[in-house]
């Protein structure tokens, strides 16, 4: 029993990246960057929405790992693909690879030094590898990107949190 | 900016495809009346619910697991709810992240929230949950939701649309989703990533089931988010669909829209600018997981009228009084009715504690005497007065229900307006017949008659035919009348259908036939049906006992 559970699972993995990829508009041949962040997205969906939630960990994983291939594709094809990076940064993010999400948001602040939510990602992800002193420098970071003060005061509330919790 | 403009545009394409569909439904398709709520003795006409919302579990340094654990285990084992209803945001969606920025969906969220509700053992017809904003960052298609969540697990949906029916009406609620439908994570700027409304097909669902219960007596629904501005900047709300929905509240004469989002509480009444009808409470309950008090809301209908309490975690007892109705429920409640300055008007309080309640009493305007109320025999949460209110003026009065056990003393306190007026109009009921129904002929030429009858055989229906009408013998309509068959040991107690526009009513009793071996059935003898009460809005029964007698003889 077990070993037909090995042998379907790879298979499963296999029929169902091929479904979505023949699902996909575009036909493969004359795949663009755009067309792997698109077939990328599409993995981790398959992975983030409907194994996930279902609990299956390890088809969740397999199709991570092809949308890790597919944006790590469309980041070759253009080194300053930010959707690109910021489907990277979450993928690295939800799978819980503090330290390369750490790398990949740092790449979105700097193509998209307007999105500040990404400066409070790159902090978050920071913290979740315990490095608090880059995670207060994101967030000073980002107050240079904004002259909203509502969101000044949130990210002072943040830098506030990280203090508070160092100081325990 | 953009995102924003394509949005707005998309939602006002859907509210305009929407208005010409909801167009074409007749209002006299949709049901509910809230006016129909009447001030009655009768104590057999009620039922109750929970409302409660942002359970938050996942949420860094809170009570949310506890305080979920302690309403579906204490809470429902003492309150015994018809149902609990939870406004969403049932998940924090930050897995406990220190800035409490909501990046989930995170599966560990879900597993906690659903074991808590599976090992409380609720059924899910006694649960309902329905999706927030925080169950919908990052997750367009409520896929975390749906898979976990008690409701979106048992229907696939993402609203829900349920009734309660009883011998004394039908009652109607929809929970509707009004969670941001892109899929957005959220985000420091506005919307935050909760751009909230409803969209087609979301609407499209609230009209088909609004429409699918004509003879619903109430019509109650509930979302996460407030309908409009809250006035503070980050509280965001029902963006697009807002027309359409507040049309179909109208058309349906809806008496409520409860709702969570905010972490306040509040009981307000929303009147339109135009519409048909008056308008519906708008009550806003605070968070069960964030919130230190005001966490879950006890409502209650009694003789069709609405009551409600909010209430704090842990904190006994509950009082709720439901007769009267509380003429300042939401600061005005035009659903309310006028007391009579009679000298025996009821008064009805239910009171729920995990401990032993020792003494419930009543007074009016403040006075320094209180009144003892006495538990009633077949519904021992609830507890009743007869209240002499012959010597009070005409006008607003207040009325205080205090409960004492061992847990503390709680209260509760309403308005109600005294009419100084002659007694209420009386309304009587008289058993006219009693007879069976008989199918003659087969296939097409089948016919089925009423005949006349005093005797029945042991598994026949006995039919009560009533005739309802007031002290100068004009038919009253929208009557209910309750019987009690007594006889042979036996005590049932019947409640007949509305009264039609001739004042005519129906009553079954089903009796039951001995089993094959000849043994068991309704035992065979002389039974007397006695008119016990007519219920209807406007009017008091005249006590008048009518009575009949048939006989039921062996097969």
Redesign the interface.
Known sequence: MRTLHLLTFPLFVFLSAALIAVASPEPQQSVDKADHNRQGLQYYDEAF??Q????KQREADAFFDLALMEFQQAIAANPEDAAAYRNLARLH?VRKNFLQAVDAYRTVTVLEPQN??AF??L??SY??IDRFVEAIQALEAAKNHTD?P??IR??DG?IR??ND?NQE | MYRTAKKSSSAALSALIFSALILGLSPNCMAGDPHSAFYSPANDRIFWFIQTSDTHIGTSGSQDSNNLSWIVNQARSVIDPSFILVTGDLTDSTNA???G?P?G?H?EE?DAYKNIIASSGIPEDQYYDIPGNHDAYN?Q?F??Y???SIHGRATGRTQASFVRTFGFGTYHFLGINTADNTGD?????WPFGDYAGLDSSELSFISTEMAKYPDSDLTMVFGHHPLFDTGN?DDTYVYYGLPSFLSLMDQSYSSLYGYGHTHDASETFYVPDAGQHEGFHYFNVASLGKSSSNQYTIMAIDCNGLSSKINTVGSWPAVLITAPLDEGLGGLNPYGYAVPAAASNPIRALVFDANTVTSVQYRVDSSTSWFPMNRVATNPRLWEASWDAASLAAGLHTLEVKASSASGTQNDIIKVRIEQTSQPKQVGAAIAETGKYVTTGTRKNKVTTFQQATSFIQGESVIFWLQVSDTNSSPISGATVQLKIEGQGLGVTLTSTSSDSSGSAEAVWTTSAPNKRATGGTTPGTYTATVTGVAVSGYAWDGAANSATITIVGK
């Open positions: 929405y409907k996930l939630p279902q609990g993010y500040i939510d409070v990602l902090a978050l913290t979740r909203d509502e969101v949130k990210l943040y949190k990280i919790h | 992240n220190w800035f920025w990046d969906p599966q879900w997750d298609d896929s975390y749906l898979n976990n994570g959220f985000s420091l700027t900047a």
